[in-house]
């Protein structure tokens, strides 16, 4: 799989073209985000194992996220059922389990280090979750591995490495966009009700960043038209 190099006026761009695209159905995308946080709130009060219940779907909420946005971006009809294609598709489900249990591990491990319930603490606790989520992974340079395995159906095990290369051949324009998004996402968590738009703008950003690194096939990707069972809409 080849890896491109981007600018980083190009890098920048990919903001400018989040915020359009939010700005066309931008009732529709924050009311889908309101239902999910509205769920989610209601999933972390089930005594004793709600939190540890986000952990484990948030890696799959984020996946349908991404799936949604590859619609919106790749001009297919928006539709709610993206968000929760995951759990319909055991092939999709079963290549992101390995995430969903590193969630859940780390969210044990900063209940013993931390001492508190970390995510009811946190207030909007399931968005919170999945922008230090993405944010770990960003860190390491192992934030395309996600997009790697949903949408090109590439293994974990080489999706990693073939990550941290395409992080390693574009150091500086990562640098930058990772720069914004951890400053956005500090902002987003003081005014929590932020976090919504906020982790939507996140993974317009990284699957931008996605499609152009990796350059799929024009002018959709070959593994969203199988997911989706369908062709884009002209432009």
Do not use: H
């Not at 999945?130 to 992974?137: C, H, I, K, R, Y």
């Not at 997009?147 to 990562?174: C, D, G, H, M, Y």
């Amino acid at each position: 799989m080849e890896i491109q190099r981007v600018t980083v006026k190009e890098a920048l761009s990919w903001f400018g073209q989040s915020f359009e695209l939010i700005a066309r159905r931008p009732f529709y995308l924050l009311g889908v985000l309101l239902g999910l946080t509205m769920f989610s709130a209601l999933l972390s009060r089930v005594y004793l194992v709600g939190p540890m219940l986000c952990s484990v779907i948030s890696p799959l909420i984020f996946a349908g996220l991404l799936m949604m946005v590859s619609r919106f971006i790749d001009r297919f009809d928006l539709k709610f059922e993206d968000l929760l294609v995951v759990f319909f598709r055991a092939d999709l489900l079963y290549r992101l389990l390995p995430l969903s249990a590193a969630s859940l591990l780390v969210y044990l491990a900063l209940e013993v280090l931390v001492g508190w319930q970390l995510l009811a603490f946190a207030g909007l606790s399931f968005w919170l979750w999945l922008a230090l989520s993405v944010g770990v992974l960003m860190s390491l340079g192992l934030v395309f591995a996600l997009p790697l395995v949903i949408f090109e159906s590439v293994e974990w095990s080489r999706a990693l490495p073939l990550s941290a290369q395409a992080v390693a051949a574009n150091l500086k324009p990562f640098l930058v966009m990772a720069a914004l998004l951890l400053l956005a996402g500090g902002f987003s968590a003081y005014f929590r009700l932020l976090m919504m738009p906020y982790t939507l703008l996140l993974s317009m950003v990284l699957y931008m960043a996605f499609r152009r690194i990796f350059e799929p096939p024009e002018p959709v990707l070959l593994a969203a038209r199988e997911v989706f069972d369908e062709e884009p809409a002209p432009c």
